[in-house]
């Protein structure tokens, strides 16, 4: 079973940053895609990146150029470092594993960029 916990969240000031990380057990890590998706209040979830296996990267277009996805194999994790963070990026953001078809979350963990 596959298994996906999220860490890193919290209250940023704007301008701010936070790292998010996100460890997955149980699963073909090395070659499954791995992304970052977020939902805030109100709204439907959305992608924010993607990393696929062969780290080809995709971000959103709200994010790109503050944000940065990466993956560490090695330690089966996937991080998202959130640079410049503006009241907008308040939401709860949720690891994605994406492997034979198959779409697996995490639980969440809220980000708050406020003053």
């Known amino acids: 079973q596959v298994q996906l916990v999220e860490s890193g969240g919290g209250l940023v000031q704007p301008g701010g940053s936070l790292r998010l990380s996100c460890v997955v057990s149980g699963s073909n890590f090395n070659d499954a895609g791995l992304g970052w998706y977020r939902q805030a209040p109100g709204n439907q979830r959305e992608l924010v990146a993607t990393i696929s296996r062969s780290y080809n990267l995709n971000y959103a277009d709200s994010v790109r150029g503050r944000f940065t996805i990466s993956r560490d194999n090695a330690k089966n994790t996937v991080y998202l470092q959130m640079n410049n963070l503006k009241p907008e990026d308040t939401a709860v953001y949720y690891c994605?594993?994406?492997?034979?078809?198959?779409?697996?979350w995490g639980q969440g963990t809220q980000v708050t960029v406020s003053s």
């Open positions: 994605n594993q994406r492997f034979g078809g198959r779409d697996s």
